[in-house]
């Protein structure tokens, strides 16, 4: 079993819908989780970051976090053609930068 | 501040040829990372740094590859003998105390 796995998509959502990413980890004692973005032919952007069991509001974008069941998802609420990217989780199956692994990635596209 | 400095942003090489890629980190950020991205691989962590220690480099994949710190704002990758499944996207990035990273804009290697 991977790490951290993602569905790799694409994922087609239509504009002003929500788009939902989810993300798995087979470390329980995970502490640190992260969502990057990623433009294509950029490099990534952190967007999210969640330390504690339920939900963070940022904007447009809610994270949440269940650590029983070693899940993490983001949420794009009202979603924009801006959108379309390549959405990274990211864990930290340690403690500090001890061991920040980086899931596939999952594509999506928000269609007008 | 400038962000995440990286050179050259482009390099084509031949087979056997070395390499050396370029990284300035954030001023005032203790980590360094150099990761390399592939369709096939994703994003893979090489190495890491620690107020210019190596702490980590299980992700080196062979001899071929070593990196530097001289200090805390300067960083090289190099890879000798190149092989053209060394063509990626190395990025740089670097970190302060939230375990949150910042990449540099990455440097496209195409080795023939």
């Known amino acids: 079993q991977k790490e951290v796995e993602q569905n790799s998509g694409p994922l087609s959502v239509p504009e002003g819908a929500i788009a939902s990413l989810n993300c798995t980890y087979s470390d329980r004692v995970s502490q640190s989780f992260f969502w990057y973005r990623q433009y294509s032919g950029k490099s990534p952007e952190l967007i999210m970051s969640?330390?504690?069991?339920g939900d963070k509001e940022d904007g447009r974008f809610t994270a949440q976090l269940n650590k029983a069941s070693q899940y993490v998802s983001l949420l794009i609420r009202d979603s924009q053609p801006s959108d379309s990217a390549t959405y990274l989780c990211?864990?930290?199956?340690?403690?500090?930068?001890?061991?920040?692994?980086f899931g596939p990635g999952t594509s999506l596209s928000v269609i007008p | 501040d400038a962000g995440v400095i990286q050179s050259p942003r482009h390099e084509v090489t031949e087979m056997g040829q070395e390499v050396t890629l370029r990284c300035k980190p954030i001023?005032?950020?203790?980590?360094l990372f150099w990761y390399r991205q592939t369709m096939m691989r994703g994003l893979e962590l090489l190495i890491y740094f620690n107020n210019n220690v190596p702490i980590d480099d299980s992700g080196m994949p062979e001899d071929r590859f070593s990196a530097k710190m001289p200090n805390a704002s300067f960083s090289t990758l190099k890879i000798q003998p190149s092989e053209p499944r060394d063509s990626a996207v190395y990025f740089c990035?670097?970190?302060?105390?939230?375990?949150?990273?910042?990449f540099g804009p990455g440097t496209r290697l195409l080795v023939l």
């Open positions: 990035a670097s970190g302060g105390e939230q375990e949150t990273q910042y």
């Open positions: 001023s005032g950020h203790d980590y």
């Open positions: 990211a864990v930290n199956l340690g403690t500090s930068y001890d061991k920040v692994i």
């Open positions: 969640i330390y504690s069991n």
